[in-house]
């Protein structure tokens, strides 16, 4: 496997060689293999060393190219991939994730942030630029990409999936032949490669969001979901929120539920994700007030079409639900998002950020729940059996039972010390 796709005795590897020692990172820190086969890539296509594909072009004619005039870099996770094109063109950035936008703002603090991915269609001035490129970091959902595709086609001259080779599916290249008459795939580059969409088609074959369906419980009835691209879940209900809400209907039925159960006053959703369950849980509970809390753009915006489209008042918050900004108890709730406290509170947390398992993120939820549960509520949580989560549960929030368990999925019921 080549270290780069430029040659190395060529000008340009020295150029991106020169470009990287200004950087301020080890040699191997996490995200820097993509930020420099990015480089390399535009580098090499400038110079006219590499064709579209990423290929040498030593024996072709291939110009020197002025592209790209502007990057738009989508999902950047660790900023890396925008500090270095930043060197070299003109970038502005859009991150779907919170704590990944804050990444970008801190390594590449030169480059434009948007805020929806739909403002990247003019420039201050007002005008679009006109060699523009767009590089997409694979996401793992494909309609998350399908839906980068379909904004940024009548924006681009190429569009640019960067990934790891071993989940860069033909499922990509699919994506982008919808939009793009040339799709090329690059050499491996260590374990990365790019897949790139060029000549965008007149009559492109996109789809259109957000989705809807249609989500039909003995609980509830059938519930209208809609949902975006990088939405978890998309249109469906996930296994274990599905348990969640069967355990809270036969719970909340009981002749001997707590108020917090049989009649809440307010419902916290921690993770809202399509905004389905919250829903759910309100039509269950009747609850007064719903509020909904997600660190992606993308779930923010479907959850609250879903209540919407199911005419359910809620509140639905762009925030971190396990970070200080969602459970500081010390700031007199001035910088804290959520808010007050709730009577019940519902935990769906994730166990992967991308491919890796993590359960940090699990933990500063149920630190979150607890801090906003009223005397008397309950937190229900649903995790993967196999991650045992409720010894830590009673350590975060207090005493804990079990109300559902299958093969994969739990659901513990959790109170405050003392109630």
Same mark, same amino acid.
């Given at each position: ?79 890396? #991939? ?17 704590? @990944? ?62 990934? +790891? ?33 060029? +000549? ?28 975006? $691209? ?8 996930? @296994? ?70 199911? $005419? ?45 398992? @993590? ?32 010894? +830590?549960? @009673? ?6 039972? #079990? ?17």
């Amino acid at each position: 496997m080549p270290a780069s796709l430029l040659a190395s005795d060529s000008a340009a590897l020295r150029t991106r060689d020169d470009l990287l020692a200004r950087m301020p990172w080890p040699a191997d820190a996490p995200g820097l293999a993509q930020a420099r086969l990015l480089a390399d890539y535009v580098i090499g296509r400038r110079t006219g060393e590499l064709d579209v594909s990423g290929r040498s072009s030593e024996g072709t004619f291939t110009a020197p190219s002025a592209a790209p005039d502007e990057v738009i870099l989508v999902d950047d996770p660790l900023g890396l #991939q925008t500090r270095v094109l930043s060197e070299l063109t003109a970038v502005r950035t859009y991150n779907d994730r919170l704590d @990944e936008a804050r990444n970008v703002a801190a390594e590449a603090p030169g480059a434009e942030p948007v805020a929806d991915l739909a403002d990247v269609q003019r420039t201050e001035s007002g005008d679009v630029p006109g060699e523009t490129w767009a590089v997409v970091d694979a996401p793992k959902a494909t309609h998350a990409l399908a839906e980068a595709i379909t904004v940024l086609h009548p924006l681009v001259t190429t569009l640019i999936v960067i990934g +790891r080779s071993d989940v860069m599916s033909r499922a990509v290249n699919k994506e982008l032949a919808r939009a793009f008459g040339r799709v090329d795939v690059s050499p491996g580059v260590g374990k990365n490669r790019l897949i790139i969409g060029s +000549r965008p088609l007149t009559s492109p074959s996109l789809t259109r969001f957000p989705r809807t369906g249609v989500i039909d419980t003995p609980a509830t009835g059938p519930l209208t979901v809609s949902a975006h $691209g990088a939405c978890f879940s998309g249109t469906k209900a996930d @296994e274990g929120s599905s348990l969640l809400l069967t355990a809270l209907a036969e719970a909340s039925a009981s002749p001997d539920a707590v108020p917090a159960l049989a009649r809440p006053a307010s419902v916290l959703d921690l993770g809202a994700g399509n905004g389905w369950l919250l829903t759910a849980a309100i039509a269950v509970t009747g609850a007064d007030t719903g509020v909904g809390v997600d660190v992606s753009k993308a779930a923010v915006a479907s959850a609250r079409e879903t209540a919407e489209a199911n $005419g359910t008042a809620v509140d639905i918050i762009l925030a971190e639900a396990s970070g200080a900004d969602a459970g500081d108890t010390d700031s007199g709730g001035t910088d804290d998002p959520l808010g007050g406290a709730y009577d019940l509170i519902l935990l769906n947390p994730p166990f992967h950020h991308g491919t890796a398992i @993590e359960t940090d993120t699990a933990a500063g939820m149920m630190r979150t729940a607890a801090a906003h549960l009223t005397p008397g509520g309950r937190v229900l949580t649903v995790f993967n059996s196999h991650l045992r989560y409720r010894d +830590r549960l @009673e350590d975060l929030i207090g005493p804990s039972v #079990q109300l559902a368990r299958t093969a994969k999925f739990t659901v513990v019921e959790s109170r405050l010390p003392g109630e």
